[in-house]
């Protein structure tokens, strides 16, 4: 992520050693103007699907974004809440990408931008419509997804507590 330098300004007034709080932090980057993409490797994990996923009633949108991606970010995890300082003011992955230790099972990944979201353009898409899924939803999928994009039904696998294909 590029960083931007147009609160520099602002930013060279905050002596070296001051720790911001969040509301300091947020009001000096402007937090309210990134876009968080936030994605994950695991299509499989009932948590996420419970989660993010309306309690598996909702969709799964599958995209590859090759790792090369330089907006890329893969989230690190640790039981240490990250200091908000100039440094990570002038650095906002550290803010953007670090989650507390008992969400790693997300094996999550986010793509960041200040005012604009990330475009997938020319990707391979597929659809994956949760266990819980309504017909009313279902139907209206099936009817306004192009036909160029791969649905594919999801089922719990009880045994193992996994999401799976149908």
């Not at 996420?48 to 909702?58: E, I, K, N, P, R």
């Not at 990570?88 to 550290?94: A, E, H, L, P």
């Not at 193992?160 to 294909?165: D, E, G, L």
């Amino acid at each position: 992520m590029q960083y931007d330098s147009s609160n520099d300004s602002e930013i060279d007034k905050i002596p070296l050693t001051v720790e911001l709080d969040f509301e300091e932090a947020s009001k000096l980057l402007k937090i309210q103007d990134f876009r968080v993409c936030s994605l994950t490797t695991k299509i499989d994990d009932v948590r996420l699907w419970a989660y993010y996923a309306d309690s598996c009633q909702g969709i799964a949108i599958e995209v590859e974004i090759p790792e090369s991606e330089k907006l890329l970010h893969k989230v690190s995890y640790s039981n240490d809440v990250p200091s908000i300082g100039l440094r990570s003011v002038k650095n906002q992955n550290s803010l953007f990408a670090t989650k507390s230790q008992e969400w790693s099972f997300e094996s999550e990944y986010r793509i960041v931008q200040k005012n604009i979201y990330y475009e997938l353009k020319n990707m391979n898409i597929k659809v994956y419509l949760g266990p819980n899924i309504t017909q009313e939803n279902k139907n209206s999928l099936y009817h306004e997804i192009p036909t160029s994009v791969e649905i594919i039904e999801m089922t719990l696998d009880r045994r193992n507590r996994k999401i799976i294909k149908k």
